[in-house]
Antibody
Framework: EVQLVQSGAEVKKPGESLKISCKVSGYSFTNYWIGWVRQMPGKGLEWMGIIYPGNSDTRYSPSFQGQVTISADKSVSTAYLQWSSLKASDTAMYFC???????????WGQGTLVTVSS | EIVMTQSPATLSLSPGERATLSCRASQSVSSSYLSWYQQKPGQTPRLLIYGASTRATGIPDRFSGSGSGTDFTLTISSLQPEDFAVYYCLQDYNLPPTFGQGTKVEIK
């Protein structure tokens, strides 16, 4: 059974760093792209970026380029999304999802709620 | 960047009625790269349709997708109580992939 299990909710202060995770199981981690999607409170879905764990090829949406870093660790079948300096506007739910055939997201994590507040 | 525009923003219908949701792209998108997702409050998005018209595993046949080029449609033939949710289209044809802003299907 394919599963993507994300790390738990986080409450951070502006300026702090953060790394959230997405651990996959049930398929070969290195053979599928993993993407990250943001959903701000009460808003729609935003595509942030993707990584191919097999070779760490990473692509970002221009809106998120330079704002976040996506990485993956093959040894633990886990993808990561990290910030070096959080802003209040980073408050959102973040989903990871498996990208199938470079075209659609077929399996999703349960989401990680990130709250940034002073 | 391809802009995906969904209409209407909100659709108010009764159970049993037919729902027709539109997704228009600012430039042509290959059908192979168009998908639809359902999201209920507090839940994770769920893949409904991929390749513009193929139902994902376990999706009831009351859901259907159609369209090509710049115009795509998601149809729910007879709304069930569990279908009231927000629906999003996604194009993954050009980088960056982009979602539509969503259509909320609410109970009238």
């Amino acid at each position: 059974e394919v599963q993507l299990v994300q790390s738990g909710a986080e409450v951070k202060k502006p300026g702090e760093s953060l790394k959230i995770s997405c651990k996959v199981s049930g398929y070969s981690f290195t053979n599928y792209w993993i993407g990250w999607v943001r959903q701000m409170p009460g808003k729609g879905l935003e595509w942030m970026g993707i990584i191919y764990p097999g070779n760490s090829d990473t692509r970002y949406s221009p809106s998120f380029q330079g704002q976040v870093t996506i990485s993956a660790d093959k040894s633990v079948s886990t993808a990561y999304l990290q910030w070096s300096s959080l802003k209040a506007s980073d408050t959102a739910m973040y989903f990871c999802a498996r990208r199938y055939k470079t075209s659609w997201f077929d399996y999703w994590g349960q989401g990680t709620l990130v709250t940034v507040s002073s | 960047e391809i802009v995906m525009t969904q209409s209407p923003a909100t659709l108010s219908l009764s159970p049993g009625e037919r729902a027709t949701l539109s997704c228009r792209a600012s430039q042509s998108v290959s059908s192979s790269y168009l998908s639809w997702y359902q999201q209920k409050p507090g839940q994770t998005p769920r893949l409904l349709i991929y390749g513009a018209s193929t139902r994902a595993t376990g999706i009831p046949d009351r859901f259907s997708g159609s369209g090509s080029g710049t115009d795509f449609t998601l149809t729910i033939s007879s709304l069930q109580p569990e279908d009231f949710a927000v629906y999003y289209c996604l194009q993954d044809y050009n980088l960056p992939p982009t979602f539509g802003q969503g259509t909320k299907v609410e109970i009238k």
